[in-house]
Nanobody, 122 residues
Framework: VQLQAYGGGLVQAGGSLRLSCAAS????????MGWFRQAPGKEREFVAS????????YYADSVKGRFTIFRDDAKNTVYLQMNSLRPEDTAVYYC????????????????WGQGTLVTVSS
């Protein structure tokens, strides 16, 4: 599966953005999807993930209550709605896909999008 993330941009603290990740192929509905981010000088970290069925969803503590992950299998797309953004949310955001079981570990994901930059100004 090929993934393309988009929707990043510059936003003021307290603002919102919605990231999208479009997937190619007809088997999107069988993939578990995740969002990760990497800030300058830092390691890639988990943000959110959703199982293929949508029945299992996980969030990093740092974004819980502010970010929402959801998917639209008819559009082969997974979204990350980001509200109440903070300067520390500034990072390149990546979407990823894996089969079998949904996880929060980046090394367990098989397919990655190219990343989209989110910059939150204070």
């Amino acid at each position: 599966v090929q993934l393309q993330a988009y929707g990043g941009g510059l936003v003021q603290a307290g603002g919102s953005l919605r990231l999208s990740c479009a997937a190619s192929g007809r088997t999107f509905s069988s993939y578990n999807m995740g969002w990760f981010r990497q800030a300058p000088g830092k390691e890639r970290e988990f943000v959110a993930s959703i199982s293929w069925s949508g029945g299992s969803i996980y969030y990093a503590d740092s974004v819980k209550g502010r970010f929402t992950i959801f998917r639209d299998d008819a559009k082969n797309t997974v979204y990350l709605q980001m509200n109440s953004l903070r300067p520390e949310d500034t990072a390149v955001y990546y979407c990823a896909a894996r089969s079998l079981i949904v996880t929060i570990k980046s090394y367990e994901y098989d397919y990655w999008g190219q990343g989209t930059l989110v910059t939150v100004s204070s």
